[in-house]
């Protein structure tokens, strides 16, 4: 059993969501990114594969490993969902990402790191709100992504997959300070390690959907 303690999807969101007012941002559809961040996660830990693609037109299809299996709830029934039947990475973003961020939001503030808050919209429109309550460990994994964007450090694999998903919907330099740097050069520095050979095949493809999505 693959055991992760906290997912590249959960770190991805934290980015996302504003501390203070607990919402995303307006112009950015979470759906896909979160779900190409489980597919990372699953490629990551060797539980999928992309076959190759059999004609120039066709589309190339994530299988589920044989014998593959995981601790974490969330990341078991991505692969179960994945083992269903072949199909495309673009396919799997949307319906690993259905309702992903209702739920990790849940996962995270039995953790004590969100708070979840119940609105009304003009009285009538309820809305739910998740607040920073604890933001430690999402100051760790900006200061990782910081010394890698702006600092010029080498990312771990893991590191590498988030700063990949950020570049996919365009948010690595509003993640991380870099004044005195200008954002083209970190734009830069995020497209350099999204195309690096730092993962798998299905890794690079999920990071793409995510994009397409």
Known sequence: MISVTRLIAEDLLLLLLDDEKGT????????????????????LADAVSVAQKSAFWATAKVQARPGASLSDPALAAA??????????????V????????????????????LRREDHQVLGIFPRTVWPAVDASHEA?????????????????????????????????HQTVPHEGLPTREVKARAKQIAAGNWGA???RDAVQAAQAG
Request: a positive charge; proline letters at 3%.
């Open 140 to 172: 760790g994994v900006r200061q990782r992504l910081t010394d890698v964007l702006v600092g010029g450090h080498d990312p771990d694999e893991r590191t590498a997959a988030l700063v990949a998903l950020l570049h996919a919907v365009d948010r690595a």
């Open 79 to 92: 692969l179960a969902v994945v083992a269903e039947k072949e199909r495309s990475a673009r396919d799997l």
């Open 201 to 203: 095949k299905a890794v």
């Open 94 to 113: 949307g319906r690993l990402g259905k309702g992903l961020r209702q739920r990790l939001a849940e996962r995270l503030a039995a953790q004590g790191i």
């Open 24 to 43: 995303g941002p307006s112009s950015l559809d979470l759906t896909p990114v979160l779900g190409g961040a489980l597919l990372v996660e699953l490629a």
